[in-house]
Protein backbone atom coordinates (compact mmCIF):
# COMPACT_ATOMS: atom_id res chain seq x y z
CA UNK A 1 0.00 0.00 0.00
CA UNK A 2 1.66 3.28 -1.09
CA UNK A 3 1.68 5.77 1.03
CA UNK A 4 0.46 9.27 1.04
CA UNK A 5 2.69 12.32 0.83
CA UNK A 6 2.47 16.14 0.78
CA UNK A 7 4.81 17.89 -1.26
CA UNK A 8 5.41 21.61 -0.46
CA UNK A 9 7.28 23.24 -2.87
CA UNK A 10 7.02 26.87 -4.68
CA UNK A 11 9.31 25.84 -7.79
CA UNK A 12 6.24 24.50 -10.05
CA UNK A 13 7.93 22.50 -12.55
CA UNK A 14 9.78 21.07 -9.63
CA UNK A 15 6.84 20.24 -7.45
CA UNK A 16 5.23 17.85 -10.77
CA UNK A 17 8.72 16.50 -11.28
CA UNK A 18 8.13 14.99 -7.41
CA UNK A 19 4.70 14.33 -8.13
CA UNK A 20 5.36 12.18 -10.84
CA UNK A 21 8.22 10.38 -9.49
CA UNK A 22 6.07 9.79 -6.05
CA UNK A 23 3.30 8.59 -8.04
CA UNK A 24 4.84 6.22 -10.35
CA UNK A 25 6.39 4.53 -6.67
CA UNK A 26 2.58 4.18 -5.78
CA UNK A 27 1.86 7.16 -3.73
CA UNK A 28 -0.84 9.06 -3.41
CA UNK A 29 0.30 12.95 -3.34
CA UNK A 30 -1.09 16.31 -2.73
CA UNK A 31 1.10 19.10 -3.86
CA UNK A 32 0.56 22.88 -2.41
CA UNK A 33 3.14 25.84 -2.87
CA UNK A 34 3.42 27.72 0.11
CA UNK A 35 3.82 27.41 3.78
CA UNK A 36 0.13 27.83 5.36
CA UNK A 37 -1.21 25.81 2.25
CA UNK A 38 1.12 23.13 3.30
CA UNK A 39 0.12 23.03 7.21
CA UNK A 40 -3.18 23.22 5.83
CA UNK A 41 -3.11 19.81 4.09
CA UNK A 42 -1.11 18.15 6.91
CA UNK A 43 -4.03 18.80 9.56
CA UNK A 44 -6.37 18.06 7.02
CA UNK A 45 -5.16 15.19 5.13
CA UNK A 46 -3.32 13.79 8.18
CA UNK A 47 -0.25 12.00 5.65
CA UNK A 48 2.59 9.83 6.25
CA UNK A 49 5.56 12.55 4.75
CA UNK A 50 5.67 16.20 3.99
CA UNK A 51 8.33 16.77 1.23
CA UNK A 52 9.21 20.31 2.18
CA UNK A 53 10.63 23.10 0.85
CA UNK A 54 13.05 25.74 3.03
CA UNK A 55 11.86 28.69 0.69
CA UNK A 56 8.53 28.63 0.66
CA UNK A 57 6.64 32.19 0.28
CA UNK A 58 4.96 33.55 2.89
CA UNK A 59 5.56 31.36 6.15
CA UNK A 60 9.07 29.53 5.53
CA UNK A 61 9.69 25.72 5.19
CA UNK A 62 11.18 26.04 9.14
CA UNK A 63 8.38 27.54 10.50
CA UNK A 64 5.95 25.03 8.79
CA UNK A 65 8.34 22.57 10.28
CA UNK A 66 8.38 23.98 13.95
CA UNK A 67 4.39 24.29 14.23
CA UNK A 68 4.15 20.66 12.78
CA UNK A 69 6.17 19.47 15.70
CA UNK A 70 4.42 21.01 18.33
CA UNK A 71 1.30 19.16 16.50
CA UNK A 72 2.35 16.17 14.30
CA UNK A 73 4.91 13.22 14.44
CA UNK A 74 4.25 13.19 10.52
CA UNK A 75 8.09 12.43 9.00
CA UNK A 76 9.22 15.38 7.60
CA UNK A 77 11.76 15.47 4.59
CA UNK A 78 13.43 19.21 3.90
CA UNK A 79 14.50 20.52 0.25
CA UNK A 80 16.71 23.17 0.12
CA UNK A 81 19.31 25.13 -1.49
CA UNK A 82 21.40 25.90 1.43
CA UNK A 83 24.80 22.76 1.69
CA UNK A 84 26.60 24.25 4.50
CA UNK A 85 26.26 22.17 7.95
CA UNK A 86 24.97 24.84 10.22
CA UNK A 87 21.87 24.53 8.08
CA UNK A 88 21.17 21.44 7.85
CA UNK A 89 21.76 20.95 11.70
CA UNK A 90 19.57 24.01 12.20
CA UNK A 91 16.25 21.74 10.25
CA UNK A 92 17.39 18.61 12.02
CA UNK A 93 17.18 20.44 14.97
CA UNK A 94 14.04 21.76 14.63
CA UNK A 95 12.37 19.10 13.64
CA UNK A 96 13.26 17.73 10.11
CA UNK A 97 13.63 14.25 9.84
CA UNK A 98 15.95 13.97 6.47
CA UNK A 99 17.44 16.89 4.51
CA UNK A 100 18.26 16.66 0.62
CA UNK A 101 20.21 19.59 -0.71
CA UNK A 102 19.12 20.94 -4.27
CA UNK A 103 19.90 20.40 -7.16
CA UNK A 104 19.41 16.84 -6.37
CA UNK A 105 18.58 13.25 -8.21
CA UNK A 106 15.00 12.42 -7.97
CA UNK A 107 16.55 8.83 -7.56
CA UNK A 108 18.24 9.91 -4.28
CA UNK A 109 15.14 11.83 -3.52
CA UNK A 110 13.12 8.36 -3.64
CA UNK A 111 15.86 6.65 -1.80
CA UNK A 112 15.44 9.31 1.30
CA UNK A 113 11.58 8.91 0.93
CA UNK A 114 11.76 4.63 1.36
CA UNK A 115 13.89 5.23 3.95
CA UNK A 116 11.99 7.88 6.03
CA UNK A 117 8.90 5.56 5.24
CA UNK A 118 10.06 2.63 6.66
CA UNK A 119 11.29 4.56 10.03
CA UNK A 120 7.70 6.16 10.35
CA UNK A 121 6.02 2.76 9.78
CA UNK A 122 8.10 0.98 12.09
CA UNK A 123 6.74 3.36 14.80
CA UNK A 124 3.96 5.00 13.95
CA UNK A 125 0.55 3.59 13.59
CA UNK A 126 -1.45 2.94 10.24
CA UNK A 127 -3.37 6.26 9.10
CA UNK A 128 -6.19 6.78 7.50
CA UNK A 129 -6.27 7.31 3.94
CA UNK A 130 -9.40 8.43 3.16
CA UNK A 131 -9.98 11.76 1.12
CA UNK A 132 -12.46 13.98 2.25
CA UNK A 133 -13.73 17.27 0.42
CA UNK A 134 -17.44 18.85 1.76
CA UNK A 135 -19.64 15.93 1.56
CA UNK A 136 -17.41 13.81 -0.48
CA UNK A 137 -15.14 10.57 0.63
CA UNK A 138 -12.98 8.58 -1.24
CA UNK A 139 -11.24 5.70 -0.19
CA UNK A 140 -8.53 5.32 -2.85
CA UNK A 141 -7.47 1.60 -0.94
CA UNK A 142 -11.40 0.01 -1.23
CA UNK A 143 -11.76 2.05 -4.58
CA UNK A 144 -15.44 3.40 -3.11
CA UNK A 145 -17.02 6.59 -3.08
CA UNK A 146 -19.74 8.33 -0.50
CA UNK A 147 -21.61 11.39 -0.40
CA UNK A 148 -23.34 11.98 3.02
CA UNK A 149 -22.40 8.72 4.00
CA UNK A 150 -24.06 7.08 0.95
CA UNK A 151 -22.19 4.61 -1.45
CA UNK A 152 -21.74 6.12 -5.29
CA UNK A 153 -20.61 4.04 -7.90
CA UNK A 154 -18.25 4.81 -10.23
CA UNK A 155 -16.26 3.78 -13.49
CA UNK A 156 -12.87 2.87 -12.96
CA UNK A 157 -11.85 5.96 -14.84
CA UNK A 158 -14.31 8.33 -12.96
CA UNK A 159 -12.91 7.32 -9.64
CA UNK A 160 -9.69 8.47 -11.23
CA UNK A 161 -10.99 11.94 -11.91
CA UNK A 162 -12.34 12.00 -8.79
CA UNK A 163 -9.27 10.34 -6.16
CA UNK A 164 -6.75 13.08 -8.50
CA UNK A 165 -9.15 15.88 -7.39
CA UNK A 166 -9.91 14.70 -3.77
CA UNK A 167 -6.20 14.58 -3.00
CA UNK A 168 -5.98 18.02 -3.84
CA UNK A 169 -9.20 19.97 -2.80
CA UNK A 170 -9.62 23.69 -4.26
CA UNK A 171 -6.35 22.82 -6.98
CA UNK A 172 -7.15 23.89 -10.06
CA UNK A 173 -6.32 21.14 -12.69
CA UNK A 174 -5.99 21.53 -16.48
CA UNK A 175 -7.88 19.00 -18.51
CA UNK A 176 -4.49 17.56 -19.74
CA UNK A 177 -3.30 17.08 -16.18
CA UNK A 178 -6.64 15.01 -15.61
CA UNK A 179 -6.40 13.04 -18.26
CA UNK A 180 -2.37 12.03 -17.93
CA UNK A 181 -4.28 10.53 -14.45
CA UNK A 182 -6.50 8.77 -16.17
CA UNK A 183 -5.02 7.62 -19.43
CA UNK A 184 -1.38 8.04 -18.71
CA UNK A 185 0.48 9.57 -22.13
CA UNK A 186 -2.42 8.04 -24.46
CA UNK A 187 -2.40 10.03 -27.41
CA UNK A 188 -5.15 8.58 -29.16
CA UNK A 189 -7.61 9.73 -26.04
CA UNK A 190 -8.56 13.59 -26.11
CA UNK A 191 -9.43 15.77 -23.77
CA UNK A 192 -13.13 16.09 -24.53
CA UNK A 193 -12.77 12.66 -22.84
CA UNK A 194 -12.39 14.71 -19.21
CA UNK A 195 -15.71 16.84 -19.57
CA UNK A 196 -17.50 13.63 -20.35
CA UNK A 197 -15.81 12.13 -16.93
CA UNK A 198 -16.91 15.73 -15.69
CA UNK A 199 -20.46 15.63 -17.05
CA UNK A 200 -21.27 11.65 -15.64
CA UNK A 201 -19.52 12.55 -12.09
CA UNK A 202 -21.60 15.66 -11.51
CA UNK A 203 -24.71 13.43 -11.93
CA UNK A 204 -24.04 11.53 -9.29
CA UNK A 205 -22.74 13.96 -6.61
CA UNK A 206 -24.34 17.14 -7.16
CA UNK A 207 -27.52 18.14 -6.10
CA UNK A 208 -29.00 20.42 -9.38
CA UNK A 209 -25.54 19.02 -12.32
CA UNK A 210 -26.91 22.27 -14.20
CA UNK A 211 -25.13 24.34 -11.65
CA UNK A 212 -22.59 22.35 -9.59
CA UNK A 213 -21.48 23.39 -5.98
CA UNK A 214 -18.44 20.51 -5.79
CA UNK A 215 -17.22 19.91 -9.10
CA UNK A 216 -16.43 23.78 -10.24
CA UNK A 217 -15.67 24.29 -13.52
CA UNK A 218 -12.06 27.09 -14.03
CA UNK A 219 -13.04 28.79 -17.62
CA UNK A 220 -10.48 28.76 -19.65
CA UNK A 221 -8.44 26.57 -16.94
CA UNK A 222 -9.65 23.39 -15.67
CA UNK A 223 -11.51 21.63 -12.81
CA UNK A 224 -11.23 21.92 -9.23
CA UNK A 225 -13.31 19.51 -6.63
CA UNK A 226 -14.49 22.58 -3.84
CA UNK A 227 -13.06 21.39 -0.09
CA UNK A 228 -16.27 22.52 1.73
CA UNK A 229 -19.03 22.49 -0.51
CA UNK A 230 -23.20 23.33 0.38
CA UNK A 231 -24.97 21.03 2.44
CA UNK A 232 -27.26 20.04 -0.59
CA UNK A 233 -28.07 16.45 -1.42
CA UNK A 234 -27.21 14.75 -5.07
CA UNK A 235 -30.76 13.84 -6.34
Same mark, same amino acid.
Given at each position: ? %??????????????????????????????????????????? @?? =?????????? =?????????????????????????????????????????????????????????????? *??????????????????????????????? *????????????????????????????????????? @??????????????????????????????????? %???????? %??????
Amino acid at each position: M %GAHIVVAEDDLNQAELVRRYLEHEGHAVSVVHDGDGALEAVRR @RR =PDLVVLDVML =PGRSGLDVCRVLRQESDVAVLMLTARSTEEDLLFGLDIGADDYVTKPYSPRELMARVRTLLR *RAGGVRPPREHLLRAGAITVDPVRHTVHLHD *RPVDCTPAQFQLLAALAAEPERVFTRAQLLERIHGMD @RFITERTIDVHVKNLRKKLEPDPRAPIRIITVYGV %GYKLSADA %GDGRAG
